[in-house]
């Protein structure tokens, strides 16, 4: 599939070959946009909590300038506080702007497309998912994990019980959305991100997510080789404690 443009017709030829409780395999087709966009969507979306910090910061200030007893300091915390939220304000109006010239921009992906139509299949029959060196990013991979939870909590048809990541260079970004999806995945049996870039950071999100998870029988994280052996290990053995069952492929 590494030559072919990803489709609407191509994903349902795709479902008619395969079996009930089946593979499904995309792998090595560049489901991205091509451009930037996922990397500032995600980017955006971090500042945006920032400056909603930074606003908080500045309303408390303005609150706590009545307090003062000298006048003249009150007016000058009173003055610097409406000027940091004045500032923060025009700053989160325009990265909603940004955000949403963006977002309508990703809904064109390849990614967006895919995980769309895999949510709008009646029943699903897919119980592996092979998105192997897809060109993925946490954007991507957050609207993934909300999918195969919405499928997996369905009444009828099956819930993917492999998935399969591996070449996606999303780095500890993208462990935010696969830490959500083990900590509520009650299907998902056997994951497979070798070669994604993830440091100690990410690689910790992820142990303490497998903490109560009880499904989870496989992680592969080999190739990752900006983890720590030593720091991983260590954290395997404090995982030891609370899940004996999955087995975490390191080298």
């Given at each position: ?8 017709d ?10 009930e ?18 990397e ?22 303005k ?13 000058q ?12 304000e025009q ?7 940004q955000l ?37 990013h ?7 994990q909300?999918v195969?939870l ?17 070449g996606n ?10 830490a959500?999806l083990?900590r ?5 049996r056997?994951l497979?991100?070798r ?10 999100q992820?142990i303490?997510a ?14 990752n080789?900006?983890c ?16 004996t069952?999955a087995?975490v492929?390191?080298e």
């Amino acid at each position: 599939m590494a030559s072919t443009r990803f489709s609407e017709d191509l994903f349902q030829a795709a479902l008619l070959q395969t079996s009930e409780g089946g593979s499904l395999s995309f792998s090595h087709m560049d489901l991205g946009t091509g451009t930037d966009c996922e990397e500032l969507i995600f980017q955006l979306k971090a500042e945006r909590e920032l400056r909603n910090t930074e606003k908080a910061i500045h309303v408390k200030k303005k609150s706590e300038s009545a307090k003062a007893k000298d006048f003249a300091v009150s007016a000058q915390m009173r003055r610097e506080a409406n000027a940091g939220i004045e500032s923060a304000e025009q700053r989160l109006s325009d990265i909603d702007t940004q955000l949403q010239g963006l977002e309508e921009q990703q809904k064109r992906s390849s990614w967006f497309l895919l995980f769309s139509l895999m949510q709008a299949q009646p029943v699903n029959r897919i119980s592996r998912l092979d998105l192997g060196n897809c060109g993925l990013h946490a954007t991507g991979l957050d609207m993934l994990q909300k999918v195969l939870l919405d499928l997996e909590h369905r009444g009828d048809g099956l819930a993917v019980e492999e998935l399969v990541l591996d070449g996606n260079d999303f780095g500890d970004a993208g462990t935010v959305a696969i830490a959500s999806l083990l900590r509520l995945s009650s299907k998902l049996r056997v994951l497979r991100l070798r070669n994604v870039g993830i440091t100690d950071g990410g690689f910790s999100q992820m142990i303490s997510a497998m903490v109560s998870n009880k499904s989870l029988v496989l992680l592969d994280l080999r190739g990752n080789g900006l983890c720590s052996l030593e720091n991983s290990k260590i954290a395997l053995q404090g995982l030891r404690r609370f899940n004996t069952v999955a087995e975490v492929l390191l080298e």
